[in-house]
């Protein structure tokens, strides 16, 4: 069987789910022997945020354009240029992880450049600009292949489009993500002045509205109630949308409270962080929050678990399509109390002993292995109907 040359597409080189979902699964598929060039748009002496084991192609980006709207329109172009270029090699399989990268394949293909693509769709957003909600929607209904990583989405789809997308699944390396502690964790800890006594909750995504962020800080001050020597650490917060608003709102409410922010403080939002320190983090937390008001999938779910960390969870989906009842604290996203009583109930209460049964049962089922192998099906399929099948 030959092995397929895959150009595997991204909308960034910042950790975020979907980039994560890329670059995970272009190994995967690289450790199955197949010819896999994982490829974004990065600024000047930007690169992805940890090494890859596969081919990669960074194209080029001239500098910061302005608003949302340009910074997209840049991206599309810069991939249209990019493959629209005679002297780029031709590829059996093009996969756009996102919106970017599917507009400028949709593009590609109506101008005779490229036969067939596949877009997986991690989540939909919902946007004030009509070009942005054209853009996205243009990104898979030109698809010829449509994926997705959770019900939820495949759903949304099939009602709101028509579309039956293939369901796929994520991954978790339990390589990396593991309860074992590692030589700089506690170098780590005392880095960010981690407490050793209290309980630490651990928010990944940064500070975002579907992340919940600042209903997560609210309830934290009701924590803090019962358990004055909480602390809460918001971490990363890479992304190409527009968070200012939101952030400027966190930041008023942080400020009135009283409550400092900073390493050894009650508060610590850290912005983006080295990838290597994620595991670490994971580990030295007491419960990993994230009630999401919306989520493609929500790794970090997997991540922290794999790592012997309790999550709490929004009782909606993506997460109550993957999840068992009792891998996990759920709440009520829109309400901070409940919120609140899921973060003690985590750190206080979780029996993190049944972590390693659980951690192990979702390992098997969400592999990256698992993925590629699944992938691979998909890729020969689409393949097989436009007669371009390997032997």
Known sequence: MTALKIAMLTHSVNPRGGVVHALQLAEALHDLGYDVTLIAPAEAGKDFFRPVRCKTVLIPLMGSVGDLVATVGQRIQAYV?????????????????????????????????????????????????????????????????????????????????????????????????????????????????????GPVFLAVGG???????????????????????AQLVIAGGASLLDHNDYRRRFAAERAASSIADGPGQALLVTGPLPDADLPALYRLADALVFPSLTEGFGLAVLEAIASGTPVVVSDRPPFTDYLRWDDGVWCDPERIDSIAGAMLAAAENFPRSHLSVIAKRLAAEYSWQRSAHTHSNHYRSLLATQGNAHA
């Open 81 to 197: 240029d990019y493959f629209a270029h005679s002297s780029q090699e031709y590829y059996d399989i093009y996969h756009a992880q996102d919106a970017i990268s599917g507009c400028a394949l949709a593009e590609l293909k109506q101008a005779g450049m490229i036969r067939t693509f596949i877009r997986t769709v991690h989540h939909l957003d919902r946007f004030d600009d009509d070009r942005l909600n054209r853009w996205q929607t243009a990104s898979f209904l030109a698809a010829d292949y449509v994926l997705c990583v959770s019900r939820l989405w495949q759903v949304s789809l099939l009602q709101d489009y028509g579309i039956a997308a293939q369901l796929i699944n994520n991954g978790v390396d339990i390589d990396r993500f593991n309860p074992k502690m590692g030589r700089n964790d506690e170098a780590l800890r005392h880095l960010l002045g981690l407490n050793r006594i």
């Open 207 to 229: 500070v975002e509205r579907r992340k919940n962020t600042l209903r997560i800080f609210q309830a934290f001050r009701q924590v803090l109630r019962h358990r004055p020597d």
